[in-house]
């Protein structure tokens, strides 16, 4: 099987998701399964630079979870060419195509998980000026 993603660093961004062949709106990225990090290790994960690959697993319960695959290292932008979904039944997040995506260009998502959320307070809380 080809491996049609592949990271590249981008000024500013560090490390990067992109592409090597077009995706079709609505196509199916990649599924990663995801590690769960239990309630009990969260304020141990967030003393760490993983912490800022990680996302919420179940935010009540104070859960984290790290994708595998490239799901950690997908970019933010606020109106993004990609979506994910977290299913927890299943412990693993799934990456689809919002739009089109030409070859060589950067797959990024929306870290609130909302097409158009404003997620700033995240970079903001770690000093970083988003893109």
Request: with cysteine; proline share 5%; charged share 20%.
């Amino acid at each position: 099987m080809k491996q049609y993603l592949y990271l590249k660093e981008v000024q500013g961004k560090g490390r990067a998701v992109f592409c090597n062949q077009d995706i079709a709106a609505g196509d199916t990225i990649e599924v990663c399964p995801v590690i769960v990090v239990p309630a009990d290790d969260f304020a141990l994960l967030n003393s760490t630079p993983l912490s800022s690959y990680c996302f919420y697993f179940n935010k009540e319960e104070n859960t984290l979870s790290l994708a595998m695959g490239f799901g950690s290292m997908y970019n933010h932008r606020l109106y993004p060419n990609a979506v994910y979904i977290l299913d927890r039944e299943e412990k693993q997040m799934v990456f689809t195509a919002h739009e089109p995506i030409p070859a060589h260009t950067e797959i990024c998502i929306n870290y609130g998980g909302g097409y158009g959320e404003d997620y700033s307070k995240w970079f903001s809380d770690r000093g970083i000026a988003p893109l």
